[in-house]
């Protein structure tokens, strides 16, 4: 029997692909370079010759002046790298290994929106070629690969799939704003129509994360995977949001009670809070969407999202019976709003529910001013109509903690004060100053 690194040696001298890859005969391409696809295309320019395609001209032009328009890459990781920024879907051609990291959201019915999946496999399509890899890495409904979007690819191209072309898919699991789980340190998990073509694809995607590589058996399988890896943490918040609203009528503290609970070494810490964003609050939908179009109606995913989707009106409530419970009248009452974006040390607005959180407060007759140095006011403008205060001066009835930025983690209580009337309320909306504030009226859930 030959040894393991022969038989290893072999598959890698059967690869076509991936030695032309290596070799610089032929290209990788990526298309939609957001979050996931520019830290993917950055680090397979390293390896491989990489055609980065965004149908973005401003966030191309950014991007060949080496800075990210998602402000998550530094300038320096730009240098050096084989790569072509372009606009110009024919530059696909160039192209024989392609990428697809285009935005899969909801519409405003929640259900899922996916034109950008398929303007972008329409394009790759007309670049596709006989012997031509295409690899979908934008979190989809099990099946979508296969049943939604080959018919695309081969309508557009006139070739077949599993004959002429490759398919694979490979989902993303990058964190905005985490430095420590990359692209290039993660378990990257891929899947393809067969064996050699998983090979191929392994052998690709191996070359740029040192976290290693999980074949998963089938392309359904790896969709199915990423779906669930964020519905799994959307319940798990859901579940400590609602034993907030529980724990706050039986008066107990929550933050106590999870610290307690958390004594146990299978007790899962989850913090209760908001959840926005493109893929915790929106990845669900996709799955319900395939699951109600086989007839079920899901209860726990479902009642999951009802939770997390409302925990913005309650907060608000619990605040406005704050300032009430202090002899302040709502309509009468101020409030500050820190940090607008998504989630921590991100500048990423779109899908805040922060946002809903201050329209709430509104709907009570709270003024409401806001703040967030990471936001961008333009696009605050754009996308909400709302004005960012540069410094907050105050004094407020109320400063509600919302999105816990670094910097808004080691504010000194004096500074609180002083944006603060007297008597006034600090919600601590992430409880990040348990135990560190001594005089203010302080509350967390
Ligand atoms: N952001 C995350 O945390 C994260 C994590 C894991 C997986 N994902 C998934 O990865 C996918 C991409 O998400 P993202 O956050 O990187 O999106 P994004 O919104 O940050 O960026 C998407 C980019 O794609 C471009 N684009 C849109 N349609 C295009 C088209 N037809 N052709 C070419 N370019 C196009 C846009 O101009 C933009 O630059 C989604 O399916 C998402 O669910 C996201």
């Given at each position: 029997m030959p040894e393991p690194a022969a038989v290893e040696l072999v598959k890698i001298k059967q690869m076509r692909i991936f030695n032309d890859l290596e070799s610089g005969l032929k290209a990788v391409s990526v298309t939609g370079l957001g979050y996931v696809g520019l830290p993917l295309a950055l680090q397979m320019a390293q390896h491989f010759r990489v055609i980065a395609f965004d149908r973005c001209p401003a966030r191309i032009e950014m991007m060949n002046r080496g800075k990210d328009p998602s402000n998550e890459i530094d300038a320096d990781e730009f240098e050096g790298k084989k790569i072509e920024f372009t606009s110009d879907e024919a530059d696909l051609r160039k192209a024989h290994f392609h990428i697809v990291t285009v935005p899969t959201p909801i519409d405003q019915r929640r259900v899922p929106e996916m034109s950008a999946l398929f303007d972008a496999s329409r394009s790759v399509a007309k670049s596709l070629k006989k012997g031509d890899y295409v690899i979908y890495e934008s979190t989809v409904y099990p099946g979508c690969t296969e049943e939604d979007c080959v018919p695309l690819l081969e309508e557009n191209s006139g070739l077949k799939s599993g004959v002429d072309f490759k398919l694979g898919y490979s989902p993303e699991r990058i964190n905005p704003?985490?430095?420590?789980?990359t692209v290039n340190k993660i378990v990257k998990v891929v899947s393809a129509q067969d064996e050699q073509s998983l090979e191929e694809v392994s052998a690709v995607y191996s070359k740029i994360t040192s976290g290693g590589i999980y074949k998963a058996p089938s392309i359904k399988v790896a969709e199915a995977a990423k779906v669930i890896e964020n519905t799994q943490r959307d319940l798990n918040i859901a579940f400590v949001n609602e034993l907030a609203i529980i724990f706050q009528k039986m008066g107990i503290n929550t933050r106590e009670v999870l610290e307690t609970a958390s004594?146990?070494?299978?007790?899962m810490p989850f913090k209760p809070g908001l959840v926005g964003g493109h893929c915790i609050g929106v990845d669900p939908y996709y799955l319900l969407y395939k699951t109600r179009k086989l007839g079920y109606e899901p209860e726990v995913i479902l009642s999951g999202r009802r939770i997390n989707d409302s925990m913005h009106l309650w907060v608000a409530k619990k605040l406005v019976q704050l300032l009430t419970s202090k002899g302040v009248n709502p309509v009468k009452s101020k409030v500050l709003v820190m940090g607008l974006s998504f989630k921590e040390n991100v500048t990423d607005i779109r899908n805040s529910k922060v946002f809903d959180l201050i329209a709430e407060l509104r709907s009570f007759g709270v003024e409401v001013e806001m703040v967030d140095p990471l936001a961008d006011p333009a696009e605050v403008k754009k996308l909400y109509g709302e004005s960012v205060t540069e410094s907050p001066v105050g004094p407020y009835d109320a400063v509600l903690l919302a999105v816990p930025h670094r910097f808004y983690s080691d504010l000194s209580e004096e500074y609180l004060q002083k944006l603060?009337?007297?008597?006034g309320v600090f919600f601590d909306l992430k409880s990040v100053y348990a135990g560190r504030i001594k005089n203010l009226n302080h509350y967390m859930i």
């Amino acid at each position: 029997m030959p040894e393991p690194a022969a038989v290893e040696l072999v598959k890698i001298k059967q690869m076509r692909i991936f030695n032309d890859l290596e070799s610089g005969l032929k290209a990788v391409s990526v298309t939609g370079l957001g979050y996931v696809g520019l830290p993917l295309a950055l680090q397979m320019a390293q390896h491989f010759r990489v055609i980065a395609f965004d149908r973005c001209p401003a966030r191309i032009e950014m991007m060949n002046r080496g800075k990210d328009p998602s402000n998550e890459i530094d300038a320096d990781e730009f240098e050096g790298k084989k790569i072509e920024f372009t606009s110009d879907e024919a530059d696909l051609r160039k192209a024989h290994f392609h990428i697809v990291t285009v935005p899969t959201p909801i519409d405003q019915r929640r259900v899922p929106e996916m034109s950008a999946l398929f303007d972008a496999s329409r394009s790759v399509a007309k670049s596709l070629k006989k012997g031509d890899y295409v690899i979908y890495e934008s979190t989809v409904y099990p099946g979508c690969t296969e049943e939604d979007c080959v018919p695309l690819l081969e309508e557009n191209s006139g070739l077949k799939s599993g004959v002429d072309f490759k398919l694979g898919y490979s989902p993303e699991r990058i964190n905005p704003g985490d430095k420590i789980h990359t692209v290039n340190k993660i378990v990257k998990v891929v899947s393809a129509q067969d064996e050699q073509s998983l090979e191929e694809v392994s052998a690709v995607y191996s070359k740029i994360t040192s976290g290693g590589i999980y074949k998963a058996p089938s392309i359904k399988v790896a969709e199915a995977a990423k779906v669930i890896e964020n519905t799994q943490r959307d319940l798990n918040i859901a579940f400590v949001n609602e034993l907030a609203i529980i724990f706050q009528k039986m008066g107990i503290n929550t933050r106590e009670v999870l610290e307690t609970a958390s004594t146990k070494w299978n007790f899962m810490p989850f913090k209760p809070g908001l959840v926005g964003g493109h893929c915790i609050g929106v990845d669900p939908y996709y799955l319900l969407y395939k699951t109600r179009k086989l007839g079920y109606e899901p209860e726990v995913i479902l009642s999951g999202r009802r939770i997390n989707d409302s925990m913005h009106l309650w907060v608000a409530k619990k605040l406005v019976q704050l300032l009430t419970s202090k002899g302040v009248n709502p309509v009468k009452s101020k409030v500050l709003v820190m940090g607008l974006s998504f989630k921590e040390n991100v500048t990423d607005i779109r899908n805040s529910k922060v946002f809903d959180l201050i329209a709430e407060l509104r709907s009570f007759g709270v003024e409401v001013e806001m703040v967030d140095p990471l936001a961008d006011p333009a696009e605050v403008k754009k996308l909400y109509g709302e004005s960012v205060t540069e410094s907050p001066v105050g004094p407020y009835d109320a400063v509600l903690l919302a999105v816990p930025h670094r910097f808004y983690s080691d504010l000194s209580e004096e500074y609180l004060q002083k944006l603060l009337k007297a008597d006034g309320v600090f919600f601590d909306l992430k409880s990040v100053y348990a135990g560190r504030i001594k005089n203010l009226n302080h509350y967390m859930i």
